[in-house]
């Protein structure tokens, strides 16, 4: 009598707190390893039932050759692949691919995939990804960004400047059309970078730290939102994922932080310079001149 499926999910967690997840089933008299890559429990646990299933029926064929026993070989993770092909081929494209291939990888790929191993990313872990982006390209419509604290009174006072189109693109072209993507670092971001770093200068100040990238003003944006004391869940929203792994990497980032930290973040978003208090504790100026008076 053949032996009856049986299998369990292995889970795997890496330095940023992201969890992998593996099937390991018996099938056919052999133990098979089937990677998911990081996928919910929920959604391990249904992709074991349909596998086991499969076995059980005699339909389940494993894809290619059965996987070997776990390698000592190191087997890189996507970011740090991706960063090894991009020193070998950058220089052999053309400008506008370099931008493009640029974008995808810090906007859209690194984010899903960075932390995964590339024996972790399967047909079917791609397959997730793009119903996921199907997802977000339909819930993206419906998207709500709260508007906190200085950023407020700087929105204000552009308004005021005059008549403002709410119909209008926030980040246009200089003729008022839809900005591609691709620009978005190089045009929108690098322009800004640029007059914030005149204005610095002019002040006496230090500019901003060099390599801004949409995908790391992303993670600021998600480290002040937990700072400010925000759930996981609320991050998620004002992000536009579906997936919670970028979120809750950083979310375990932000743990880490000090009390006195996190509170130079939540003054910095409400427009104020910090100083330490009587108790060591960071407070606004403008909150300790109230407190004085």
Known sequence: MPRPATGRIVERRNAHGGISRTLRFHAYGKRRTMPLGQVSRDEAERQLGFVLADVARGTWKPAGQAL???????VPTFHDYADQWWLLHEGQLAPKTRIDYRWRLE?????N???????????DTVERYMAMKVADGLAEADRRVKIRGALWDQLEALRDRG????????????????????KVRTGTLGGAVKRANANLAAKGLPPLPEGLTPHSLR??????????????PVVMAEMGHTSPNLALRIYAQVMRLSEDEKQELVALVAGEKARKGTKGEIVPIERARARAA
């Open 68 to 74: 070997a026993p776990t390698s000592p070989v190191d």
């Open 219 to 232: 993670r600021t944006f998600a480290t002040v939102l937990y700072a400010l004391g925000e759930a996981p």
């Open 113 to 123: 995939f960075g932390e995964m191993r590339l024996d972790a990313i399967t047909f």
């Open 107 to 111: 906007v859209h790929l690194i984010d």
């Open 163 to 182: 008549p403002v189109d709410q119909h209008a693109y926030l980040f246009p072209t200089r003729t008022g059309r839809r900005q591609y993507e691709c």
